[in-house]
């Protein structure tokens, strides 16, 4: 039999900042579908970034971002503030506007029923401080909530399992999650952003790239044609194809139908 | 065949706010008992309050506490806070350290999973603001995230199903869960607090109670011998047992073990 199928999306800083757009996108991703065209069950889950508000909310009490190569450092006071504004504000903002739209929604850190373990970044030139990289993703955890009908939205903290809760890049977050769910599922990994996908000329919005493959890639890549701030993500999402994945999607967040069905943004394949 | 009896724990703010007695109790609660004598399987529940966080986190930003006869006035800036405080930092804290100790929680909001329901305190005297009295609990969630081996942490907070969270009473949070999970469960409420029950002379701390029913509840009452405070929680905590719930227990947090076999604390029956 087909395995169901799990679209695990990925919503950006740059929406949840957006009241109007965020809400916008939330009713396209409580409408998704229920099944494929031949009666396979699809369900969802939400993973989300951070956003301008834990910045702000550490100016008003003291605690300036720290940034070193555009990573956040996370000291013990940053790491409390991110609770707060991941794991609380933001995580619960977007649970109950879900359940509005009668989208069964549960918000989650890694903590919550040890769903993701990592461990501390050590060893790098850089201290970041609590920072996590990903080591086990609780798939059971998240079979038995998505079949009993719950959609998983999931903030971008995880734990070591000794008491410590880690800050997690959530492209990563999602990335993991998709790779240790394509065990039981047929997973889609959709990275939802501000742009169309990516372009195969950065000065043309409208050259966008509607497939790439993993040749493709390294190609447009070795020209020097993908953004740098792309690469991360791409390199990424190529790494998680090889994982198991079975399509990455990048586009836009406001069509997040039309990336479903291939009518917008870059599929990328093996 | 028996019900599972399901103990459902509140943990009020003074402990919360004291990191070695939290982290004590907590080690406390993760090793409850899994079965009765009779091997009847023993679940568990915590709900937590608040503690002095929410408000110092106010007044940094500039949001004092508005209190009016002892209670919070939750305006919107007060609604962020607690979401913050209670929905993310404190209910991670929690959840984090008992992983640690190998106890499976999760945390919660009555938003996530549609847990609790509630509707907005209109037409009182005060205007309580964002405060919501509880309609209903999704006693199904809760009966599988328990039976799938997950401890869930409940925060106390509520959302009206129209996009709106709602600050609410944790003391009557933890009771209305345990009204409504006492058709699945055999449950126990307890109450737990710094105090060591209820006293039959306010003076003597000696003079703990350590079983009242209902007549002489109203007797202690009448004669003023109860403590001013206790006497919501008493009443409501009648009221539970009205309502189905097998026991209900008020005892010092330290106690927690001696408090479920009877040899603490004071015990409420019908």
């Given at each position: 039999?087909?395995?169901?199928?799990?679209?695990?999306?990925?919503?950006?800083?740059?929406?949840?900042?957006?009241?109007?757009?965020?809400?916008?996108?939330?009713?396209?991703?409580?409408?998704?579908?229920?099944?494929?065209?031949?009666?396979?069950?699809?369900?969802?889950?939400?993973?989300?970034?951070?956003?301008?508000?834990?910045?702000?909310?550490?100016?008003?009490?003291?605690?300036?971002?720290?940034?070193?190569?555009?990573?956040?450092?996370?000291?013990?006071?940053?790491?409390?503030?991110?609770?707060?504004?991941?794991?609380?504000?933001?995580?619960?903002?977007?649970?109950?506007?879900?359940?509005?739209?009668?989208?069964?929604?549960?918000?989650?850190?890694?903590?919550?029923?040890?769903?993701?373990?990592?461990?501390?970044?050590?060893?790098?030139?850089?201290?970041?401080?609590?920072?996590?990289?990903?080591?086990?993703?609780?798939?059971?955890?998240?079979?038995?909530?998505?079949?009993?009908?719950?959609v998983p939205v999931v903030a971008p903290l995880t734990h070591n399992g000794k008491g410590q809760l880690l800050n997690t890049n959530a492209d990563t977050l999602a990335q993991e999650l998709a790779v240790s769910l394509s065990n039981i599922?047929?997973?889609?990994?959709?990275?939802?952003?501000?742009?169309?996908?990516?372009?195969?000329?950065?000065?043309?919005?409208?050259?966008?790239?509607?497939?790439?493959?993993?040749?493709?890639?390294?190609?447009?890549?070795?020209?020097?044609?993908?953004?740098?701030?792309?690469?991360?993500?791409?390199?990424?999402?190529?790494?998680?194809?090889?994982?198991?994945?079975?399509?990455?999607?990048?586009?836009?967040?406001?069509?997040?139908?039309?990336?479903?069905?291939?009518?917008?943004?870059?599929?990328?394949?093996?």
């Amino acid at each position: 039999m087909d395995k169901p199928v799990l679209y695990i999306i990925k919503v950006g800083g740059h929406l949840i900042d957006d009241q109007k757009r965020l809400a916008a996108f939330l009713e396209l991703f409580s409408n998704l579908p229920a099944t494929t065209n031949t009666e396979i069950p699809i369900y969802k889950l939400l993973v989300h970034g951070g956003g301008k508000m834990a910045t702000q909310l550490g100016e008003q009490l003291g605690v300036p971002a720290q940034m070193v190569e555009g990573r956040r450092i996370t000291d013990s006071e940053t790491l409390k503030i991110v609770t707060m504004v991941y794991g609380g504000y933001l995580n619960k903002q977007l649970v109950v506007q879900l359940q509005q739209l009668g989208c069964n929604a549960l918000g989650l850190t890694g903590a919550d029923g040890n769903a993701v373990l990592a461990h501390k970044r050590e060893n790098t030139q850089i201290e970041y401080g609590w920072v996590g990289d990903i080591d086990q993703v609780n798939s059971e955890l998240f079979k038995t909530l998505l079949k009993t009908g719950i959609v998983p939205v999931v903030a971008p903290l995880t734990h070591n399992g000794k008491g410590q809760l880690l800050n997690t890049n959530a492209d990563t977050l999602a990335q993991e999650l998709a790779v240790s769910l394509s065990n039981i599922f047929t997973t889609s990994l959709l990275f939802t952003f501000e742009k169309e996908g990516v372009l195969a000329d950065l000065a043309q919005e409208n050259s966008l790239l509607s497939s790439v493959n993993a040749g493709e890639y390294h190609h447009l890549k070795a020209e020097g044609k993908i953004f740098s701030g792309m690469v991360p993500k791409l390199d990424n999402a190529f790494r998680a194809l090889e994982a198991g994945v079975n399509q990455v999607i990048i586009g836009k967040a406001e069509k997040l139908h039309e990336l479903i069905q291939g009518k917008a943004g870059t599929t990328l394949v093996k």
